[in-house]
């Protein structure tokens, strides 16, 4: 089974403050994705990296796609309370047949 | 969008529980993903025309159902006190996890 894995679990910081999660596997994906959920409700996709070494860029937030596809990143650039929420790294498996999420990294941003 | 019901659920060891999804209009695929407190949701299995199309390490008594009019059925038999999760669907096109829709989810407790 491919494994996802995300540091830090939790990361507290105040409002203006840049942050980086990761996502990190020993497995190669063929893609991987970013989603973002709050409380009460389900993930919102937030971002799908398909090419080794890609960076993709959404306002204010920054994700790239390791060389070798194993590994992801997740930069937000001077954060904002409304950017408090879990954030979840997942992708398919090489046989197309399973959907692994990572653990997900739980950020608060405080004003 | 994608909806659930019921939104939340009390149920005891040992009992059957059916959970319901409508997913977006025109999507013919929908996966269904158990979330446990405090972890990334784990997939359970996808439906693509009402075929099963992928299944995670889920045993035989989590089963589903998807119908021609946009809904599905996620029924778990003989319920374990594990078994108490955010259970959510997600619905796409043509049997990928790509641009997949996430429902709000059914808390289920199982006491």
């Known amino acids: 089974t491919q494994l996802l894995e995300q540091s830090p679990q939790f990361l507290s910081i105040q409002e203006g403050e840049n942050l980086t999660v990761y996502c990190n596997s020993s497995?190669?994906?063929?893609?991987l994705q970013w989603y973002r959920q709050e409380p009460g409700e389900g993930p919102v996709l937030l971002v799908t990296?398909?090419?080794?070494?890609e960076v993709k860029k959404l306002k204010r937030l920054t994700f790239q796609f390791g060389d070798a596809r194993k590994d992801s990143s997740l930069h937000i650039t001077a954060a904002q309370p409304g950017d408090t929420g879990l954030y979840l790294c997942?992708?398919?498996?090489?046989?197309?047949?399973?959907?692994?999420f990572g653990p997900g990294t739980r950020l608060s941003v405080l004003p | 969008g994608v909806t659930q019901s019921p939104t939340h659920l009390i149920k005891t060891r040992g009992q059957q529980v059916t959970l319901r999804c409508s997913s977006q209009?025109?999507?013919?695929?929908v996966s269904w993903y158990q979330q446990a407190l405090g972890q990334g949701p784990q997939f359970i299995f996808q439906?693509?025309?009402?075929?099963?199309?992928g299944r995670g390490n889920f045993p035989p008594r989590f089963s589903g159902l998807q119908f021609p009019n946009d809904s599905s059925e996620l029924n778990v038999n003989a319920l374990e006190l594990d078994d108490s999760a955010l259970y959510l669907c997600?619905?796409?096109?043509?049997?990928?996890?790509?641009?997949?829709?996430f429902g709000p989810g059914t808390r289920l407790t199982v006491l």
């Open positions: 990296v398909v090419t080794g070494g």
């Open positions: 209009s025109g999507h013919n695929t």
């Open positions: 997942a992708g398919e498996d090489n046989y197309g047949q399973n959907f692994v």
């Open positions: 439906y693509y025309r009402e075929e099963e199309n």
């Open positions: 997600a619905s796409s096109l043509s049997a990928t996890y790509n641009e997949q829709f």
């Open positions: 497995s190669v994906f063929s893609s």
